[in-house]
């Protein structure tokens, strides 16, 4: 692990602008998807999880996922804060958990769900976009 380079100061002011939705990677995909033909709600209110992008017309909904935030395996973005460490395993483990009942939720009520990793889109949004309209148009 490495050290914090920012003063607390600092590292609280970054923290406290991290968005929760219409986030930059939500919005490359959105577009995306939309360029593509295909026609969305977003966060979902009445489904589990409240899912970035929902695409009713496939019964599939599709999550934007912070590699920081949702520990990407074996992502290099998946870092843990040498500070507070034991608070910040416990803030991830959680995270991970509450996305795998969601998923769990969803696929009870026969939903698709599909995962899109903040890194996968910043290396090959194209390719994402092509994966993920194969995959819409597999089950639809």
């Not at 920012?6 to 602008?17: A, G, I, V």
């Not at 986030?23 to 026609?39: N, Q, Y």
């Not at 290099?76 to 460490?85: E, F, G, K, L, Y």
């Not at 795998?100 to 939903?111: D, G």
Request: proline residues 4%; aromatic residues 10%.
């Amino acid at each position: 692990m490495m050290a914090d380079t920012l003063t607390s100061e600092r590292r609280s002011w970054n923290m406290s602008r991290i968005k929760g939705r219409n986030t930059s990677p939500e919005l490359l995909l959105r577009s995306l998807l939309h360029r593509a033909g295909f026609r969305f709600r977003l966060h979902a209110k009445q489904l589990p999880g409240r899912p970035d992008v929902v695409l009713p017309k496939y019964r599939t909904v599709i999550f934007v996922h912070g590699c920081f935030w949702h520990r990407h395996p074996g992502c290099r973005n998946a870092t843990t804060p040498s500070t507070r460490w034991a608070f910040w395993q416990e803030k991830f483990d959680s995270n991970v958990s509450r996305d795998a009942r969601n998923q769990e939720a969803l696929e009870s009520a026969r939903w698709t769900v599909l995962t899109v990793w903040e890194c996968e889109l910043k290396a090959d949004a194209e390719g994402v976009a092509r994966r993920l309209a194969g995959e819409l148009r597999k089950d639809g």
